[in-house]
């Protein structure tokens, strides 16, 4: 089957770096996105990255390496509106134009 | 342009009832999805509509749940009979292309209450 594992919950405080990984199982392979969700929120799309190496959007980052099937969002100078569930997702298997979502890791972010 | 809307924000039910959530995709998108949260967990997939494909349902978790994209545009879920393990939040997505890197846009979701 295919599966997503992320941590659960992630602390930081104002100003701080924070890195949330996913470790992915799938059978086939097209790419890892992430998506924000505010609580009562829609997700919104973050990033997506295909190949492996590091994607750079602002103070947030996406890291994929497809030969450990991991993968990480690294969010820089944080801030209090940061605080949200961020979800790591894949395509399912043979099938591109759907999703599987990981679990969710949410971030409070503190003074 | 007009995000995605759905409608309405929140359905208490009975249960055995039917309920109908409704699904204002942005105009021109041609992939259009609906996924599942039950509270602090993740998306579950449903239903995905792609142009005038027929739909992958593979996602239902039973015959009670169905759903039908008119015209390319709006789309309805239905769920027949409902049950409490179906009160959950339930999402619309669409997107301009059906590939798994394209950004899919959310609605601000559906909260079903099963009593």
């Known amino acids: 089957g295919q599966s997503l594992e992320q941590p659960s919950e992630v602390t930081a405080v104002e100003g701080a770096i924070v890195q949330i990984n996913c470790t992915y199982q799938?059978?086939?392979?097209?790419?890892l996105s992430w998506y924000q969700q505010h609580d009562g929120g829609a997700p919104t799309f973050l990033s997506y990255n295909a190949l492996d190496g590091l994607e750079e959007t602002g103070r947030f980052s996406s890291f994929l390496s497809r030969s450990d099937s991991y993968g990480y969002l690294l969010l820089q100078e944080l801030q209090m509106k940061d605080s949200a569930s961020y979800f790591c997702a894949v395509p399912f298997s043979g099938g591109y134009n759907k999703l599987i979502f990981g679990a969710g890791t949410r971030l409070a972010v503190h003074p | 342009g007009a995000g995605v809307s759905q409608s309405p924000s929140n359905k208490v039910t009975e249960k055995g009832k039917d309920v109908e959530l409704r699904c204002d995709p942005i105009s021109g998108h041609t992939a259009l999805y609906w996924y599942r949260q039950s509270l602090g967990q993740g998306l579950e997939f449903l239903i995905y509509?792609?142009?005038?494909?027929?739909?992958?349902k593979s996602g239902l978790p039973s015959d009670r749940f169905s759903a039908e994209r008119t015209g390319g545009s709006v789309s309805t879920l239905t769920i027949q009979r409902t049950q409490q393990e179906d009160s959950a939040v339930y999402l619309c997505a669409s997107s301009s292309a059906g590939t798994g890197g394209d950004e899919q846009y959310f609605g601000p979701g559906t909260r079903l209450t099963v009593t």
């Open positions: 509509f792609q142009g005038n494909s027929a739909p992958d």
């Open positions: 799938t059978s086939g392979f097209y790419g």
